[in-house]
């Protein structure tokens, strides 16, 4: 029984607190059904907390978000709040977060369910089964590197400039969060860079093939170059179980990952920080998803991403390995049943809204807990 793990949720705009209410009522079934309880926290962020608060997250919700053992993040934006300074933008809820809690490693797994098989844009018979994570370091690379800036030169051009830019300790960090879900999965790890044309990358693969030499010699590590590893996805993606990456080519390689699978309204997210003196890892966790305001209040959106976040929390913050394929086999059961929201409508399949699709995980959970 897992008492006291102390959640914030934190759902946002627009769909965020529809497909949280859903989240909900699994987190009130696993109390009931399955004894597993926590201490949950519900606040502010985004353009909820600027109209109520007047700034995207309060430095009270940043230090809840500290002190709790996961967070469950919705979604924050909408077009109310385009016009704001770049400081007051919703997005700064989230940015926040990653900075203040060291969330450097980015986890988006690309899992096709069989019942989704026909969604991807890539032939069945090469999605069928597809069950990738991607590892991508956050808070530093070419986004964050200095050098940077626009400066005009002496003959009144300009230039643009960047610095990709790794410190061994940041590639090793990053490096010891995918060699460890490697182990929990496949035990393959592909290390992703540009080691041919960037001495960063160069870098990145030494220091990748030293941590997998000395601390994982169990863990079949590989390298591949980032421009490779881009048609490799596409061309034959099952032939990858873990990829670590920097920012920049995970950025790219996530999204183009995640549109194997064909549905945004289905994918969730991790964002995780160093492990502490005492053995506390931060720990976010968030469908890919925006906040959706062209179909905000309708009743329509897809609740499953929102609920596969927080399976993903179970798994990883919690270590509830068997909670958590509860409710993924409920979701592809639910799918399997033929329900679908209005994102990943197929032909034959009944459409139903976000609080039926939610009712019919509970049943489905119901169901596998007989
Ligand atoms: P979006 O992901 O919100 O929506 C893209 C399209 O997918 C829309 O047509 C939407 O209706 C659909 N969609 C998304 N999630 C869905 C779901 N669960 N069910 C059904 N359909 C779904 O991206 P966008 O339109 O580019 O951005 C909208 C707002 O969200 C912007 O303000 C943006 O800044 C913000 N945003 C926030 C986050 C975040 O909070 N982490 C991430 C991305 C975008």
Not at 168 to 194: D, P, Y
Not at 200 to 218: F, H, I, N, S
Request: with cysteine; hydrophobic share 45%; glycine share 10%.
């Amino acid at each position: 029984m897992a008492a006291n793990k102390k959640l914030l949720m934190l759902p946002g705009d627009g769909i965020g607190p529809e497909v949280m209410h859903e989240v909900r009522r699994v987190i009130d079934w696993m109390a009931r059904r399955r004894a597993v309880s926590f201490d949950i926290a519900e606040d502010l962020a985004g353009g909820a907390s600027i109209e109520a608060r007047g700034t995207p997250i309060t430095d009270g919700v940043i230090e809840a978000a500290q002190k709790a053992d996961a967070v469950l993040f919705g979604s924050v934006g909408g077009p109310q709040w385009d016009k704001l300074g770049f400081d007051m933008r919703p997005e700064i809820a989230i940015l926040r977060l990653r900075k203040e809690l060291g969330l450097f490693a980015n986890l988006r797994p690309a899992v096709v369910f069989d019942p989704m098989v026909n969604a991807s844009t890539l032939k069945p018979e090469v999605v069928r089964g597809l069950d990738i994570m991607i590892v991508r370091e956050t808070v530093g690379g070419v986004y964050f590197g200095e050098p940077r800036g626009i400066e005009t030169l002496s003959d009144g051009q300009q230039k643009g400039f960047n610095t990709d830019v790794y410190t061994t300790h940041e590639i090793e960090r990053v490096g010891r969060v995918a060699f460890e879900l490697a182990r929990k999965r496949g035990n393959k790890l592909c290390s992703v860079e540009k080691a041919n044309v960037m001495e960063c990358g160069l870098l990145w693969r030494q220091v990748m093939t030293k941590l997998g030499a000395a601390e994982y010699p169990d863990v079949e590590l590989s390298h591949m170059y980032a421009d490779n590893c881009a048609m490799q996805l596409v061309r034959n993606p099952r032939q990858f179980d873990v990829i670590v990456t920097g920012n920049l080519f995970g950025d790219l390689l996530s999204d183009l990952a995640s549109m194997l699978t064909g549905s945004l309204g289905m994918l969730p997210s991790a964002t995780l920080g160093d492990v502490d003196a005492f053995g506390k890892r931060n720990a976010l966790y968030e469908p890919i998803h925006g906040s959706a305001p062209d179909i905000a209040g309708k009743g329509i959106a897809n609740p499953i991403a929102q609920i596969l976040s927080f399976s993903m929390l179970l798994r990883y913050s919690f270590g509830l390995d068997e909670d958590a394929d509860l409710i993924e086999r409920a979701c592809t059961n639910v799918l399997a049943s033929g329900l679908r929201t209005a994102d990943i409508m197929a032909p034959d399949c009944a459409k139903v809204g976000t609080h039926v699709m939610g009712e019919a995980v509970i049943r489905e959970l119901d169901k596998q807990a007989a």
